[in-house]
Structures are given as C-alpha cells and as structure tokens.
C-alpha cells in the first residue's frame, strides 16, 4: 500500500492545493492533501497555536476548534507513519515532530488557567534558587 492508499475516502484523489498533482494522503480541515501539503500544513498552524513565541493578546481564543485541530493533526500524523510504506527517513521525522509538537500544545491547552509568562517566571526562580543553594 503506497501513500495515496491510507484512506478509502482518498482513492484516486489529488492534492486541493494549488497546482499540485500530489497524491492525496490525508484530509485536513476537509481538504485532500499530498504528504508534502499536509506536512506543510500542520507545521504551519501549529505555529500559529504556539504561544511560547508570541506575545500574549486580550483576544478571546476558541479553546474548542484549536483542540480540535490539534486531535485531528495528530491523529492524521499517527495514520500517515503507520499506514504508508515508502515515507522516507525525513518524512518520518517530520510526522514525528508533529506528533510531539501537537501533543505538547494539548497538553498547555489542558493546564489551568496559568499564563505561560506566569509559568516561565515561576521556573526562573526555582531555577536561581536551587543554583544558590548548594547542595553539599
């Protein structure tokens, strides 16, 4: 079973995005993709979700569809590195990644109301204050 034969759903189709002739390998947000897109894809929202390199805002944020992304990401990521047999070494990696990247957002999504610039802070100091007490 080659890439383009992981979901039924997917037999005989191509990639939606843009011009590409690609295999389509998965659907996310309800769009055919290649591996290519769909590794594109991910790593690009995700980043968008990341809130450790971004300056926090008053904007509301809708916890419900960024999970859901994220479930769905992840889940799509795991078929695709199980299912297909002719990934290479660096599209396994790249699945890889994304699973570990999803799984640690989740995971801030699932911790309380504490702002991240909050946690951080709260690390720095057990961080000086266990380096100043020295441990003999």
């Known amino acids: 079973m080659g890439l383009g034969g992981m979901d039924t759903m997917l037999a005989n189709r191509n990639c939606r995005m843009g011009f590409c002739n690609g295999a389509a390998v998965a659907t996310l947000d309800n769009q055919a993709l290649c591996l290519n897109h769909f590794l594109s894809r991910c790593y690009e929202k995700l980043e968008k979700l990341e809130p450790r390199g971004r300056k926090f805002s008053s904007e509301p944020v809708d916890l419900t569809s960024m999970r859901a992304f994220i479930e769905e ?21 790249r699945l890889l990644d994304i699973l570990l990247w999803a799984g640690e957002l989740f995971l801030l999504l699932r911790a309380p109301r504490l702002t991240l610039a909050q946690s951080i802070a709260s690390s720095d100091e057990h961080f000086a204050a266990s380096a100043a007490s020295p441990n003999f």
Request: aromatic share 0%; proline share 0%.
């Open 73 to 93: 990401c992840s889940r799509k990521a795991l078929d695709i590195s199980l299912h297909s047999q002719s990934l290479t070494n660096l599209q396994r990696g």
